[in-house]
């Protein structure tokens, strides 16, 4: 029998986030994320997701918070996914197939109070969704845009940091 202060962590479930983080850290020098013209190895995912998690905190994000993300297929917005679950955040993502209104609605239920916006597929209806999304108090975007905050910019700004998993707390 183990003693009560003492806390039995074997049987506990690891989060979504701290599966990522341990799987990236393993090899880092592998490449996690491939593209046209691009890569992004373990590491950078690694470095990428600790970077959008300052520059998300910077913004506001608070733990319990839900985040809206309206987006292509691609390894930076997969990158910002665990990072705001990271921070405790509950992430609702928004299909790029879908009507403004079901996005609105879907923004609505989950009380999404931050959206992320990639740019370069989804600037208009971004915009569109910065204006008449209901208690979406900051908005950010991949990419410079007319309307929120570059988290591209913001990251690179927020220079080194590590990844936290505060999900599970």
């Known amino acids: 029998m183990t003693h009560p202060d003492l806390h039995d962590t074997i049987h506990e ?22 593209w046209d013209g691009g890569a992004l190895t373990y ?13 998300l905190s910077a913004a506001g994000a608070r733990r319990g918070e839900c985040m809206a993300l309206l987006s292509a297929n691609r390894a930076e917005v997969w990158c910002a996914g665990v990072a705001a679950q990271g921070l405790g955040l509950a992430v609702t993502w928004l299909h790029p197939m879908g009507s403004l209104n079901d996005h609105l609605d879907q923004i609505a239920d989950a009380g999404a109070t931050l959206l992320v916006v990639d740019v370069p597929g989804y600037r208009d209806r971004g ?21 929120g905050q ?17 999900a599970g707390l």
């Open 127 to 147: 915009g569109e969704h910065a204006t008449r999304a209901e208690g979406v108090r900051t908005t950010l975007t991949l990419g410079p845009a007319e309307f």
């Open 43 to 55: 590491a950078g995912a690694l470095d990428l997701i600790a970077r959008q998690q300052a520059a």
């Open 13 to 34: 479930a690891p989060t979504s986030v701290s599966l990522a983080l341990r799987a990236l850290r393993r090899h880092p020098e592998r490449v996690a994320f491939q």
């Open 150 to 166: 570059d988290l591209h910019a913001a990251a690179a700004a927020a220079g080194s940091a590590a990844p936290r998993d505060l």
